[in-house]
């Protein structure tokens, strides 16, 4: 647009309107602008972080199933049944059939069949009853093994002690436990010696 003012003219230009371009839609990112919307630049990722946390995991995962491991093992040796020698299956009887009074325990250590342990159990009974009857605990406990074999078969001697919880009473009797070898050592009956 051009002005004449006295002899004089005035060019006044103006401005430009803007020009309506491609406006950007929610969500997309507009040109320089990285995947993520965020409008920070984002950094690579590190190979090496990535591959040290993957080790570090491997690691972790491979204690964890060897501690698993010595966990089994540690149970397995803990709850073997020991029947290599005589007087070991009699002290493993002793302590299922009299202390701990579990029938099923104890019978992993008997013989497969057959076998008398009417005498043994009568002594456990009179034990129980007389708790009951006095309300005082009776602890048993035995002294040392003496074992003779022959063969397949073998006779371990004991002194069975009996002991109330508040020491007024004791009590040892000599008990014979027959053994018999059933591919590992088994007790096949009890009884006191005379």
């Known amino acids: 647009m051009v002005w004449a003012a006295g002899g004089t003219s005035v060019v006044c230009v103006q401005p430009q309107e803007p020009t309506a371009g491609p406006v950007p839609m929610a969500g997309v990112p507009g040109p320089g602008v990285p995947v993520g919307g965020t409008g920070v630049p984002q950094k690579p990722r590190n190979r090496r972080t990535r591959l040290i946390l993957v080790m570090i995991a491997g690691i972790v995962g491979l204690l964890c199933l060897g501690g ?48 008398d342990f009417s005498q043994i159990g009568s002594y456990r009974d009179d034990i129980v009853s007389r708790e009951k009857q006095y309300s005082v605990g009776i602890r048993v406990t035995w002294t040392t093994f003496t074992i003779e074999t022959e063969g397949t078969n073998g006779v371990v001697t004991t002194d069975l002690v009996k002991t109330t919880t508040d020491q007024s009473g004791r009590k040892r009797d000599t008990w014979r436990f027959d053994v018999v070898d059933q591919g590992g050592w088994r007790v096949c009956g009890a009884a006191p010696q005379s």
């Open 68 to 115: 698993v491991g010595v966990a089994i093992s540690l149970y397995d040796d803990a709850t073997k049944i020991e029947r290599t020698e005589p007087d070991a299956v009699v002290d493993n009887f002793l302590r299922a059939y009299l202390v701990n009074r579990d029938d099923e325990r104890a019978s992993l250590y008997q013989c497969k069949s057959g076998g």
